[in-house]
């Protein structure tokens, strides 16, 4: 069965069409905003800079019915050749669940203002078991894009790309695993913390995992990698030291706490499901398969993993559950003394 296209491949093919792909009404839904951004910016570059005060309207689905929506599409465009018509939160809008509403849609579907670009956006998308969305979807004038978020193994082959098109440097597969582990699969977060590496990279250099370590030293970012690190090595008084460091740099400390206790959820489930796959037998290159992370990656943490027996891993991730809600709100604590507290607990081998 042929897999289902994640955001960048739903982008590409839109891109690769142009203003084709999104003729008439469109509707994007799906978490991953980076991409439905570029859907938005795509339609409004159709329309000449000094034409737009005339022929570009955005709006809040709370903020208007269907039937304005509706009207405004239904408006001609003025000193230009089109007219674009961007719905935010589209499934707010008033009307957007009634069929009194929708079929006020459903009419103008059925014969939209060719010089109208009609662009529905909302992290929400229609509800398919709807008799409204199965007409939506038959309709020779609607386009339907979801934006799911990418896999960890997506976003790596999307952020190497992205690396090489847009700043002239390559990333290489392993620093680009830990890049998202450190930061997470948003692409819009993938791109900001990427663009700050670059700023120290040279034209066309190759990042491997030193080389990145070396540009997020200037950066100031390297700590979570330094503290990540040293946590897996079961070195505690480097792990302290950090923590103290990085008090130093930010007093608050919150967003790089959860930060790392994210990456080490993340690391010690891989580290449980690749001791499992060994109990049963498994060999390496099945486990890498289950857990879907590049071959490069894998040998690292084949590695690391080796440093800690399956036994302890439910009490390790017990642990850092506890940081993680302490450091939400539900148990008072100071950060820094909250990642003390957790690499102490990470630190103490079961008997």
């Not at 009404?25 to 938005?40: A, N």
Request: glycine share 6%; proline share 3%.
């Amino acid at each position: 069965m042929a897999s289902k296209p994640n955001a960048y491949d739903v982008w590409s093919q839109i891109e690769q069409q142009g203003l084709q792909a999104i003729q008439g009404v469109t509707i994007c839904s799906g978490e991953e905003s980076y991409f439905i951004k570029k859907v938005e910016s795509l339609a409004l570059a159709s329309v000449e800079e000094g034409a737009k005060d005339f022929n570009v309207d955005k709006v809040y689905g709370s903020e208007a019915s269907v039937e304005q929506i509706v009207g405004l599409a239904k408006q001609f465009p003025m000193m230009s050749e089109r007219r674009v018509v961007l719905v935010r939160e589209a499934m707010s809008l008033k009307g957007m669940s009634s069929a009194e509403g929708q079929k006020a849609l459903l009419n103008y579907i059925q014969q939209p203002l060719a010089s109208t670009l009609l662009l529905f956006v909302d992290t929400k998308g229609l509800d398919k078991r709807t008799n409204f969305a199965k007409e939506c979807a038959k309709a020779p004038n609607v386009h339907l894009y979801t934006f799911d978020s990418l896999q960890p193994a997506q976003a790596s082959h999307w952020l190497q790309k992205l690396a090489r098109d847009t700043y002239n440097v390559t990333l290489e597969p392993v620093a680009s695993q830990e890049f998202i582990e450190w930061v997470g699969v948003d692409c819009t977060m993938l791109d900001s913390e990427l663009q700050k590496i670059v700023t120290h990279a040279n034209q066309g250099q190759s990042i491997d995992r030193t080389a990145l370590r070396s540009l997020l030293s200037k950066t100031r970012e390297l700590s979570s990698f330094e503290l990540k690190d040293a946590i897996i090595a079961r070195d505690l008084t480097k792990s302290h030291q950090i923590i103290r460091r990085m008090k130093q740099t930010d007093e608050t400390l919150i967003g790089e706490s959860l930060r790392m206790i994210g990456m080490l959820s993340n690391t010690f489930t891989l580290f449980w499901v690749i001791h499992r796959g060994k109990q049963k037998g498994l060999s390496s290159q099945e486990i890498q398969a289950q857990i879907n992370v590049n071959p490069y990656y894998y040998k690292v943490l084949e590695r690391q993993v080796n440093g800690y027996h399956l036994a302890e891993i439910p009490g390790i991730m017990e642990a850092l559950l506890d940081a993680d809600r302490a450091l939400k709100g539900f148990d008072a604590g100071a950060p820094h003394d909250v990642l003390q507290d957790v690499v102490t607990r990470i630190h103490q081998p079961v008997a």
